[in-house]
């Protein structure tokens, strides 16, 4: 029977306790409306609808911080027979959660509310309140996701195919001067902070300095879904199955306030004559075509516009949310359907999101394919198909979050007075999850093949290489031949590394060989991969 190491075992408690105390707040007892924020928090909502609740909070980070000492204090009671290295890990990651916690400003919290009503036949009116009072924003939940409201402007970036889509704020510079503060190891008092290491290790890769690229940010961040139903592409399951799905593209928008991430990307993408670039004065962009088996149109694109920089799963898309933006042509806000849908929502704010019910019926689509045919369900991963069954349900969402003086405040249009819950920036997540569980199995096997092909054509390259190089200097069958010997006799002069592997010329008469640094396809890292040998089984 396989066993779990000690240390993986200890992680997975840590993590799953760490979870389940976190979720869990337990209701609030002992509270009369004179205690609470009752009021100031339901002034904010609509009364008389199909749901309203209220939640005091006045406890909320007492009660945390107690189940953080507990937690700690029980899982180190737990197991006592811990290295002391893992008990050390235990200690550290308390320390930090408790600084996060103590930095967070959850302390000023004092209520929390929600309500929803039907205003017509299946529109509801969601509203949620997030209320601290007139207090100082001392915490970084007060601080870190938006300080003030503003044009949502990658709302207005977004073409009519967008089928979800969220914004947020988030500034990344006073996040990391808060992980700075993160107190040291008491017991390693003369260690490298984790924090100088990690500052260190950025620049050699960036060759540029952290603080300069959290410097050029500017703290608003979207993540974007887009599909269309007027192209659809084949996706192989296996050599007999196989879904037939819309075109499907993605991109992440970030604003910034300068090209230094552009540039960083750059650099981390070196040098590649497969990249395709556009320089022009207010306009920059790089894209590498890959032509892989998943449900998207692989281009992969970085554009750089003054104020945005967008990465793309196509450099078409980034093309048309740059336009869009620049009001050369209309996009999805122009749209009759997103104006009936924004009606009484505000144009400003610190946080969106928004959600396509025509996503619902692609879900539905490809549950219908996979349930009319057993040999593709069967070919599906294990519990794939319910999770497709529970995004099936969704339906069209539009939310909008200010920041007022007292509270972070949200207003949105739903089909249902659950939308409230489960229409949420985590659902983008989920569907990206699934066309990645869907996908990513063939991508890495379409990958694995290029690696191993790559190989595969150094090591003619070498074979080439070493029998000019013995007919030359009169080398028979089982002389002994080096790399060095043989780069004279290369195109290039020298080969190009697909993956870490090291190149073994052999004597003449024998076949070269790779020892792989690492597993492609089936076969393993440390293993051999020769000119003969079958790309994939």
């Not at 991109?251 to 590649?272: E, F, H, S, W």
């Not at 780069?487 to 870490?500: E, R």
């Amino acid at each position: 029977m396989n066993q779990s190491h000690p240390s993986l075992v200890y992680k997975r408690i840590i993590s799953g306790i760490l979870i389940f105390s976190f979720i869990w707040l337990g209701p609030v007892t002992g509270l009369n409306a004179a205690q609470t924020s009752f009021a100031e928090v339901t002034a904010y909502l609509d009364a008389g609808g199909d749901s309203y609740q209220y939640q005091s909070m006045r406890f909320l980070y007492g009660r945390l911080d107690k189940g953080l000492n507990q937690l700690r204090d029980w899982v180190l009671n737990l197991a006592p027979m811990m290295q002391p290295k893992q008990r050390s890990s235990v200690e550290s990651v308390y320390r930090v959660l408790k600084h996060f916690l103590d930095a967070s400003g959850i302390e000023e919290l004092s209520g929390y509310g929600m309500s929803s009503i039907e205003k017509n036949p299946g529109f509801f009116m969601n509203k949620t309140v997030l209320y601290k009072g007139k207090s100082k924003d001392t915490g970084m939940l007060w601080s870190l996701f938006g300080k003030e409201n503003h044009a949502l402007n990658i709302l207005n970036m977004l073409p009519v195919n967008c089928m979800a889509a969220t914004s947020f704020e988030l500034n990344l510079k006073e996040f990391w001067s808060h992980l700075m503060t993160i107190p040291k190891d008491p017991n390693h008092p003369d260690s490298t902070p984790w924090q100088d290491v990690f500052v260190k290790k950025f620049m050699e890769v960036t060759q540029t300095p952290l603080e300069k690229v959290l410097d050029s940010l500017g703290n608003e961040y979207g993540f974007c879904l887009f599909m269309d139903d007027s192209q659809k592409r084949t996706l192989q399951i296996d050599p007999q199955n196989s879904l037939s799905l819309p075109d499907i593209a993605l991109a992440l928008m970030i604003k910034i306030k300068d090209d230094t991430l552009y540039q960083v990307i750059g650099t981390l993408l070196g040098p590649n004559p497969a990249i395709s670039e556009i320089d022009m004065p207010n306009f920059k962009m790089k894209s590498l075509a890959l032509p892989v088996p998943i449900p998207v149109k692989l281009v992969p694109s970085i554009a750089c516009c003054r104020d945005y920089l967008i990465l793309g799963t196509s450099d078409s898309l980034v093309q048309e949310l740059m336009n869009i933006h620049h009001k050369e042509s209309k996009g999805l806000v122009s749209s009759k359907d997103f104006i009936s849908l924004s009606e009484g929502i505000s144009s400003e704010g610190v946080h969106f999101y928004y959600l396509n019910s025509r996503l619902s019926g692609m879900v539905s689509d490809v549950l219908q394919q996979i349930s009319s045919n057993p040999k593709l369900s069967s070919a599906m991963p294990p519990g794939l198909t319910a999770r497709l069954a529970g995004l099936a349900n969704l339906g069209f969402s539009f939310t909008v979050s200010k920041r007022t003086e007292e509270a972070f405040a949200s207003t949105g249009w739903s089909d249902s007075s659950t939308g409230i819950f489960s229409m949420n920036p985590l659902m983008i997540t989920a569907v990206i999850g699934l066309l990645v569980a869907i996908g990513v199995p063939g991508f890495i096997k379409a990958r694995d093949k290029s690696r191993l092909r790559n190989i595969r054509s150094n090591l003619r390259t070498i074979q080439i290489a070493k029998e000019r190089w013995a007919a030359e200097n009169n080398k028979s069958t089982g002389d002994p031949v080096d790399l060095k010997d043989l780069s004279p006799y290369f195109p290039l002069k020298s080969l190009k590394n697909v993956s870490g592997e090291i190149y073994q010329p052999n004597p003449v008469g024998t076949e070269p060989c790779a020892m792989l640094s690492q597993k492609i396809g089936k076969h393993n890292a440390g293993s051999e991969f020769k000119l003969s040998d079958p790309l994939m089984d």
